[in-house]
């Protein structure tokens, strides 16, 4: 995704509430006294009224916080983090076993080392590049926040001075 596909906002935390799906709802006052009300998907405990926020958030669902960085405490959340899990599911292991299955009933001889390439392969198209691109595209947005914070505050600074 490009930087034109998200909103960067940066206020102060108006209101927490919990919502009933098991996240919380923030409501952030920006600096031009709008208000604007996003979800996030863990409790963030260190949060507190009046801190000073920055958050990222995807124009396609803007009701919900990508990254969300506490100034007051220093503290952000990233919430594009990629699940950490190394070992196949069922459907990965069904997949493997069929494809073990059919490699060795054609392949005879050379079945074990197709095999070998073919969980190598799967495993690195579904499992390693999607991380990788989850990770960088968090790394981006954090990037992004932090650029766009500086600028917020020059600007403030200018104003105010």
Known sequence: MKDSHYLIHHGWVDDATHDTAGGHRLRIRLADARLIEVGVASPIAALKL????????????????????DYTTCEG???LSPPDHFW??????????????????????????????????????????PERRQRRRATHLDLLLDSAYANWRVQRRELQG
């Open 88 to 129: 196949p599911n069922a459907v990965d292991a069904g997949i493997i076993v069929l494809t073990t299955a059919l490699f060795a009933w054609t392949l005879h001889d050379i079945a074990l080392v197709a095999v070998l390439a073919f969980i190598s392969l799967y495993w690195l198209l579904t499992r390693w590049l």
């Open 50 to 69: 009046a801190d000073e926020v920055g958050l990222v958030v995807a124009k396609d669902n803007p009701g919900h916080a990508l990254v969300l960085v």
């Open 77 to 79: 959340h990233n919430f």
